[in-house]
């Protein structure tokens, strides 16, 4: 009699745990009632209400979120552009600093013999005048010719020298009146000339390169009608 229950039934214990109409939990209908639910979300049960406030908050933090990056990433690319743009300047004003130094360093070149070439032209001058004074019918004997020849041999060296450091002698003759290279000393009534021609050169002027280092003082001719001139400004 014991024996038929215990073949009859087997396993007591899970037949009360288990509910009528239910299959076993672990079998194959199990793992395919699983599959279905996976295939078909819509047939899941619905999120409970604690669940879905979870869920709507956890999608206010992720917009909060996004919304913080945009605006860290709108800040950083300005702060890049700003850099770029400092950057730039930077740079540009290096690039004119570095060719203002390389300007005033070939100025300096240029121009720092300045002072020792006007000193110079004292000599230059001196030569000039002791040719000037000399009466022409003297240059002509044999015991002052020899002289006059040296000295005019000094000035032609002394001015050769001047060249090659880029000094320039100026001699307006017949020229136009400039008031940059020019210096006016006397006018004269000249009725062939036009009114502003230089007529005379009392003393030469002498540019250094393109910069003016003595002006050259001249007369020049002045018109009877009327004391206007007609001047060169052209630097």
Not at 97 to 119: M, P, Q, T, V
Not at 152 to 165: D, G, H, P, S
Not at 207 to 222: M, N, Q, T, W, Y
């Amino acid at each position: 009699m014991s024996t038929e229950h215990n073949k009859a039934d087997p396993n007591p214990a899970k037949e009360a745990t288990q509910p009528d109409g239910f299959t076993d939990l672990t079998g194959p209908a199990a793992f395919k009632a699983k599959n279905k639910q996976a295939e078909n979300p819509s047939e899941q049960e619905p999120m409970s209400a604690p669940n879905a406030e979870q869920a709507m908050e956890n999608v206010g933090n992720i917009s909060e979120f996004a919304a913080q990056n945009t605006e860290m990433v709108a800040k950083l690319e300005k702060a890049l552009a700003d850099t770029k743009d400092q950057l730039i300047r930077t740079v540009a004003d290096m690039e004119n600093l570095r060719k203002r130094s390389a300007r005033e360093r070939e100025d300096a070149l240029k121009y720092s013999i300045s002072g020792f070439a006007r000193d110079l032209l004292d000599v230059s001058d001196t030569f000039r005048r002791a040719l000037d004074s000399i009466p022409a019918d003297l240059k002509e004997d044999n015991r002052i010719n020899p002289l006059v020849e040296g000295i005019e041999a000094m000035e032609r060296a002394l001015l050769t020298v001047f060249e090659k450091n880029g000094l320039k002698k100026i001699e307006p003759l017949d020229e136009v009146f400039n008031p940059n290279f020019h210096e006016v000393m006397f006018e004269a009534p000249m009725p062939d000339k036009a009114n502003g021609t230089i007529i005379q050169i009392i003393e030469p002027g002498y540019l250094l390169h393109d910069r003016l280092l003595r002006p050259a003082r001249v007369g020049i001719s002045k018109s009877d009608q009327g004391n206007n001139h007609n001047l060169d400004t052209q630097a």
